[in-house]
């Protein structure tokens, strides 16, 4: 059993059983097809829908869908997560964290945020080129930038703190 939260507040309960699905307990009668990797048509109550995964973030078990061309953000909640919720518990805790280091040497090619700016987990922070790849330096947990360690052009060692909160 799912729980599925739309951004407008509306919240469903989700059951997947074979090859039904019911929503707060109704069973849901339709037909869907997959048409690509990311496009799908659905026919329910005799009217047919087009409906496109635009983005999914699996890690934070958010999903947004476009239905014709109404567009729904979802967060979801398995059985762990509402039984850790019923404990207090949350499992998408954000921490606060103290300082972003460089995962591998390379060249900053962009520095992306700036002192005093609040950020939030999955932010993102720098470019750091590394062996011919560009790669995009995100926030771990939630906090203010208090400095800026690095300049656009430095070229940087494992583990050099690039940014402090």
């Avoid at 739309?6 to 009668?29: H, T």
């Avoid at 635009?54 to 999903?63: C, E, F, M, R």
């Avoid at 900053?108 to 062996?131: S, W």
């Avoid at 560009?134 to 771990?140: F, G, I, M, S």
């Amino acid at each position: 059993m799912y729980r599925v939260k739309a951004a407008e507040g509306q919240e469903k309960e989700v059951e997947i059983g074979g090859d039904s699905i019911s929503l707060d307990g109704q069973p849901i009668d339709w037909d869907i097809s997959r048409i690509s990797e990311f496009h799908y048509h659905i026919i329910s109550g005799g009217k047919s829908y087009n409906a496109e995964l635009v983005s999914a973030d699996y890690q934070q078990k958010v999903l947004t869908l476009k239905i014709e061309d109404q567009v729904f953000e979802m967060s979801i909640k398995d059985k762990m997560d509402q039984l850790l919720e019923k404990m207090g518990i949350s499992a998408q805790n954000t921490a606060a964290i103290a300082e972003v280091r460089a995962p591998m040497p390379g060249l900053i090619l962009d520095i992306l945020a700036e002192v005093g700016q609040t950020i939030k987990k999955g932010d993102q922070l720098m470019i750091l080129e590394a062996m011919k790849m560009e790669n995009v330096l995100k926030a771990q947990g939630e906090g203010t930038i208090t400095s800026i360690e690095v300049s656009k052009g430095d070229s940087v060692e494992k583990n050099q703190v690039l940014i402090k909160f």
